[in-house]
T-cell receptor, first 116, second 115 residues
Framework: QQQVKQSPQSLIVQKGGISIINCAYENTAFDYFPWYQQFPGKGPALLIAIRPDVSEKKEGRFTISFNKSAKQFSLHIMDSQPGDSATYFCAANYMYSGGGADGLTFGKGTHLIIQP | DGGITQSPKYLFRKEGQNVTLSCEQNLNHDAMYWYRQDPGQGLRLIYYSQIVNDFQKGDIAEGYSVSREKKESFPLTVTSAQKNPTAFYLC??????????????FGPGTRLTVL
C-alpha cells in the first residue's frame, strides 16, 4: 500500500517557468510533510517542509501548498532554473503515541528537467 | 565538518556473499536510518534505530541486518538471503525530540552491485 502518491513521474519545464509537483497522502495521522531534493549520485537534502496547521509556506523560489481536507500538498518552484534540475521527493511523517518517530514515508519521486 | 559519511561509495559483491555497508555520523544524533533506493521506487525504509542497542524493522527488512553498538555508527549488512540487493543505499540520522519535524539528514549513499 502506497501511502504517499507523487506525480508526475517526470517533468520538463522551460527556464523561468513554474514547476509544480503534486503529492497525495492517505494516512490522516501524518503531520509533517517535507520535500527533499536529490542530485544524481548524491543523498537527498531537505528543501522545505510544512505542518498541516498552515496552508502555505514559502522559502525563496520554493513554495509548499497544503490542502488538509483533500489530503494533498504540492511543491511550486517559481522562476525555474537549470540548476533546479534534480529529482524531488515528497515525504510524510507522524509520531507514535509513545513519542517515537518512524522513518519517513516517501513518494516515488519526480525527475525535473529545466530546459535553458 | 559535521555530517554523515558512508563507505564505500561503490561496492561490488558476488552472489551468495554477505556485505556490510558503513554509516558514521558526528552530528550527535540519536536516531539513524537505512533506506534503499531503486529507480522509480523512491526511498524505502529498511531499519531504524532511535537509541544505542535498539533498532526496529522498516518496510523491507528481510535479507538485511543491522547493529547499533555506538551512537555514531549504524552498519548495515546485506545478507545472501536478500534476493535483489543491487540498489543505492542511503543512511540518514536525526535528533529525537519527540516531534515529527526532526529533520533527517542523509549521507552520500553507497551503490551496491551484485555480479
Amino acid at each position: 500500500q502506497q501511502q504517499v502518491k507523487q506525480s508526475p513521474q517526470s517533468l520538463i519545464v522551460q527556464k523561468g517557468g513554474i514547476s509544480i509537483i503534486n503529492c497525495a497522502y492517505e494516512n490522516t495521522a501524518f503531520d509533517y510533510f517535507p520535500w527533499y531534493q536529490q542530485f544524481p549520485g548524491k543523498g537527498p537534502a531537505l528543501l522545505i517542509a510544512i505542518r498541516p496547521d498552515v496552508s502555505e509556506k514559502k522559502e525563496g523560489r520554493f513554495t509548499i501548498s497544503f490542502n488538509k481536507s483533500a489530503k494533498q500538498f504540492s511543491l511550486h518552484i517559481m522562476d525555474s532554473q537549470p540548476g533546479d534540475s534534480a529529482t524531488y521527493f515528497c515525504a510524510a511523517n507522524y509520531m507514535y503515541s509513545g513519542g517515537g518517530a518512524d522513518g519517513l514515508t516517501f513518494g516515488k519521486g519526480t525527475h525535473l528537467i529545466i530546459q535553458p | 565538518d559535521g555530517g554523515i559519511t558512508q563507505s564505500p561509495k561503490y561496492l561490488f559483491r558476488k552472489e551468495g556473499q554477505n556485505v556490510t555497508l558503513s554509516c558514521e555520523q558526528n552530528l550527535n544524533h540519536d536516531a539513524m536510518y537505512w533506506y534503499r533506493q531503486d529507480p522509480g521506487q523512491g526511498l524505502r525504509l529498511i531499519y531504524y534505530s532511535q537509541i544505542v542497542n535498539d533498532f526496529q524493522k522498516g518496510d523491507i527488512a528481510e535479507g538485511y541486518s543491522v547493529s547499533r553498538e555506538k551512537k555514531e555508527s549504524f552498519p548495515l549488512t546485506v545478507t545472501s538471503a536478500q534476493k535483489n540487493p543491487t540498489a543505492f543505499y542511503l543512511c540518514a540520522s536525526s535528533i529525537v525530540s519527540g516531534r515529527p519535524t526532526d529533520t533527517q539528514y542523509f549521507g552520500p549513499g553507497t551503490r551496491l552491485t551484485v555480479l
